[in-house]
């Protein structure tokens, strides 16, 4: 697999475009110098089916599965979603504020959504994700590096890093490791 992505006024070149009404414009234009890991699956642990997508773009039937009350009406999305098979779905531009992190800090500063990129990993805290997303992870990390040199290795987090004690995402199958040591 030989993925090259590539930045264009705050869209990814190579990733299919689902757009998503729920973002605003930054506080501050350019401002983005922080790049989160989050994970999602709907319903949780499943990974058939488009209701992330459905979901991030607030078109879910939230009464298509009992887990679904639990998030009715809630309105959030990353800028990126990479599937179990390694498809990247964009639903944001990056220039935008995507509504991704909530109550948040990284480094004394609240509010990571204003200075951030989310990328959603479809997943759970405990399974392994698939050797798909961590290529494409990879290739997109140093794609949006280049685009947002502010994002340097030490700017990339995870949501459970930055909302501890809320949030547990990418969650303990993330290697890390892995995934920093790919990137050039
Ligand atoms: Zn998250």
């Known amino acids: ?5 590539q930045v264009v006024d705050g869209w990814v070149r190579g990733a299919r475009c689902c757009e998503s009404p729920n ?3 930054r506080p501050l234009q350019g401002d983005i110098s922080l790049l989160v890991i989050h994970n999602i699956s709907l319903p949780p642990g499943q990974f058939a089916g488009d209701d992330v997508e459905r979901f991030f773009c607030n078109q879910l039937d939230f009464d298509s599965h009992p887990f ?12 990126l979603f990479i599937r179990r098979d390694g498809e990247l779905v964009q639903f944001v531009s990056l220039d935008n504020r995507a509504w ?3 109550m948040s800090e ?3 500063r609240d509010q990571c959504n204003d200075f951030s990129i989310g990328i959603e990993l479809e997943g759970t805290d ?3 994700y698939t050797d798909q997303q961590y290529q494409v992870l990879s290739v997109l990390t140093q794609a949006i590096q280049h685009a947002y040199p ?6 990339i987090t995870g949501h459970s890093d930055i909302a501890p004690g809320r949030k547990t995402d990418p969650g303990e199958a993330f290697d890390w490791l ?7």
């Open 106 to 108: 990284f480094e004394g």
């Open 178 to 184: 892995r995934y920093r040591s790919s990137l050039k």
């Open 126 to 128: 405990s399974q392994s």
């Open 68 to 79: 679904y009350q639990e998030i009715r009406g809630v309105e959030v999305s990353a800028h």
């Open 23 to 25: 973002f605003n414009q």
């Open 150 to 155: 502010e994002i340097s290795a030490e700017r």
């Open 100 to 102: 991704h992190a909530g």
């Open 1 to 5: 697999m030989s993925t090259k992505f």
